[in-house]
């Protein structure tokens, strides 16, 4: 009989423990985290005390204190990025880390005190956060200023977007019209160009040769006379 009102004790004092309810919370580098927790309130009698603290939830107060409220207002805050930004008269005792951190990471208490034996309100929170994607490169977009009228100026952004068709041959554009149709014909007609040119320039150095020449027998016929008649 000794043994079974000793169990039936032990069972009466663990149903009456305190509860203590647990959840997961991800968020990102650099992201404001929030923690929920809240507890009723239905008048000014309700308001009390509560804390929130690193690790789990002990079996009174918080370890590593993080803040504490008397129910009014904050009363202890121990590091400035962790703060309770929801209306404490309402009830709303949520925590919230600014600017969070890897190291932020980890287990969380929720701890609000309520009156009697093993009837604190407990939460646990398994903070996870992670880092940020990096995004893959993306057009650039920018922004121009197009006057439309006098006194009034329109934005408009355009995005430039670096693009290299391949041109195959045959798509290349052509000139129906143009002198060449082909890289031959072009070749062609620049070397019968040329054959022209030297031609010509041949033509005028014998013209001139023959003029010299004339003029030579000119002279010396001149000469010639000059000489029979001094004789």
């Known amino acids: 009989h000794l043994c079974t009102l000793c169990s039936a004790t032990t069972f009466v004092f663990l149903s009456t423990g305190p509860t203590i309810s647990e959840s997961v919370v991800k968020g990102k580098v650099g992201q404001n985290v929030t923690m929920p927790c809240s507890y009723s309130v239905k008048g000014k009698q309700d308001l009390t005390s509560m804390c929130w603290g690193r690790g789990s939830c002990p079996v009174s107060k918080c370890h590593q204190t993080i803040v504490w409220t008397d129910g009014w207002k904050v009363t202890h805050q121990y590091y400035s990025r962790y703060m309770l930004k929801g209306n404490l008269q309402k009830g709303d005792v949520s925590l919230t880390i600014v600017n969070a ?8 208490c929720c701890r609000v005190e309520v009156p009697g034996p093993f009837n604190d309100l407990m939460r646990n ?14 057009p650039h977009t920018y922004t121009s200023e197009q006057t439309s009228a006098p006194g ?6 355009f995005t430039i977007a670096r693009t290299w068709p391949s041109v195959s041959a045959s798509e290349a554009p052509q000139t129906a019209s143009g002198p060449c149709s082909s890289t031959s014909d072009c070749l062609d007609v620049t070397s019968n160009l040329q054959n022209t040119s030297v031609s010509l320039t041949s033509q005028q150095y014998s013209e001139n040769g023959l003029y010299i020449g004339i003029g030579l ?6 000469i010639l006379i000059l000489v029979l008649f001094l004789s």
Request: charged share 25%; glycine share 2%; net charge negative.
């Open 101 to 108: 951190e890897e190291a932020d990471s980890g287990i969380y």
């Open 125 to 138: 929170h398994e903070v996870v956060i992670e880092k940020a994607r990096i995004s893959t490169a993306s």
């Open 152 to 157: 009034s100026t329109s934005k408009s952004s």
């Open 217 to 222: 027998c000119v002279v010396l016929l001149a």
